[in-house]
């Protein structure tokens, strides 16, 4: 790990570093707040997983995370959405495919499945590399995230139950094997063959028998992506009910898929992450 920037912020620091990483085979960089708490004892870490077109910057930025992550001592740990580079493949002219839409799967077609092997970076590289080389209790961690990222953070906690103290998403794509962004993703990365979508789906994981103790989810009723049947919610309430997982959907009144939306949240998200931690 490289440091390339350390700022102070809310008593801690927040900090960006770069590395090479084995499984993307190219530089990855990502952002660590480190709350005040760090500076005596090691800390329990919060992962984000941001949506689509974001890099680590945008959740750090535009969210207010750092503060509650202050007051509560808990590390947010914030990766890139997709690997980067003049050798990565990309999709010039689309948002949704190639850089900045990794989607946190594993890539098995080409060009993509050089580079594009996400799942594997959040689960098993980042934390190997973060928790030897900065102050973070090993094994002790949460996920969230947005969008995108709401679905990564859900299959990454139904698929490794073991690993998370707890979930939530804020707006997650719940369905991507139904929705436009996961279909173009999906077929890209992991070819036309559906089955080997079901590894990625969420609502797929909990009805193969996938579990976690419980789901937070923050849902904004004026949601652009709503109408378009990108998130479907309602997919996630019918599997969890279905399973008995307990599911927390709140549908808040007004709220658009934007970091605004986030922001007004996010210490009730890290508030209820820290709980499960500090156990």
């Given at each position: 790990m490289?440091?390339?920037?350390?700022?102070?912020?809310?008593?801690?620091?927040?900090?960006?570093?770069?590395?090479?990483?084995?499984?993307?085979?190219?530089?990855?960089?990502?952002?660590?707040?480190?709350?005040?708490?760090?500076?005596?004892?090691?800390?329990?870490?919060?992962?984000?997983?941001?949506?689509?077109?974001?890099?680590?910057?945008?959740?750090?930025?535009?969210?207010?995370?750092?503060?509650y992550?202050?007051?509560?001592?808990?590390?947010?740990?914030?990766?890139d959405t997709?690997?980067?580079?003049?050798?990565?493949?990309?999709?010039?002219?689309?948002?949704?495919?190639?850089?900045?839409?990794?989607?946190y799967?594993?890539?098995?077609?080409?060009?993509?499945?050089?580079?594009?092997q996400?799942y594997?970076?959040?689960?098993?590289?980042?934390?190997?590399l973060?928790?030897a080389?900065?102050?973070?209790?090993?094994?002790r961690?949460?996920?969230?995230?947005?969008s995108m990222g709401?679905?990564?953070?859900?299959?990454?906690?139904?698929?490794?139950?073991?690993?998370?103290?707890s979930?939530s998403?804020?707006?997650?794509?719940?369905?991507p094997?139904?929705?436009?962004?996961?279909?173009?993703?999906?077929?890209?990365?992991?070819?036309?063959?559906?089955?080997?979508?079901?590894?990625?789906?969420?609502?797929?994981?909990?009805?193969?028998?996938?579990?976690?103790?419980?789901?937070?989810?923050?849902?904004?009723?004026?949601?652009?992506?709503?109408?378009?049947?990108?998130?479907?919610?309602?997919?996630?309430v019918t599997?969890?009910?279905?399973?008995?997982?307990?599911?927390?959907?709140?549908?808040?009144?007004?709220?658009?898929?934007?970091?605004h939306?986030?922001?007004?949240?996010?210490?009730?998200?890290?508030a209820?992450?820290?709980?499960?931690l500090k156990?």
């Amino acid at each position: 790990m490289i440091e390339i920037e350390s700022i102070k912020e809310s008593g801690g620091y927040l900090k960006r570093y770069s590395h090479d990483s084995e499984v993307c085979r190219c530089e990855m960089i990502f952002s660590v707040y480190l709350p005040p708490q760090a500076e005596q004892q090691p800390v329990p870490t919060l992962y984000w997983l941001s949506g689509l077109t974001c890099t680590d910057d945008n959740v750090r930025v535009k969210a207010g995370a750092q503060r509650y992550a202050a007051e509560q001592g808990v590390a947010l740990l914030m990766p890139d959405t997709s690997p980067r580079g003049h050798d990565v493949p990309d999709e010039k002219g689309r948002y949704d495919l190639g850089k900045g839409a990794g989607f946190y799967v594993n890539a098995t077609q080409s060009p993509w499945d050089k580079n594009y092997q996400m799942y594997d970076y959040v689960t098993r590289e980042l934390p190997a590399l973060v928790e030897a080389g900065l102050p973070l209790i090993p094994g002790r961690k949460s996920i969230s995230g947005h969008s995108m990222g709401g679905h990564g953070a859900l299959i990454c906690a139904l698929k490794n139950p073991q690993a998370y103290r707890s979930v939530s998403a804020f707006s997650p794509i719940c369905h991507p094997a139904l929705g436009n962004w996961g279909q173009t993703c999906f077929s890209a990365y992991l070819g036309d063959d559906q089955q080997s979508w079901q590894q990625y789906d969420a609502i797929a994981l909990i009805e193969a028998g996938a579990t976690v103790p419980e789901i937070l989810v923050d849902q904004g009723t004026a949601d652009e992506f709503l109408d378009e049947g990108q998130l479907l919610p309602e997919t996630l309430v019918t599997a969890c009910k279905a399973a008995g997982i307990p599911l927390q959907m709140r549908m808040q009144d007004g709220y658009d898929h934007s970091y605004h939306f986030i922001a007004t949240f996010i210490g009730e998200h890290i508030a209820y992450h820290a709980r499960a931690l500090k156990k």
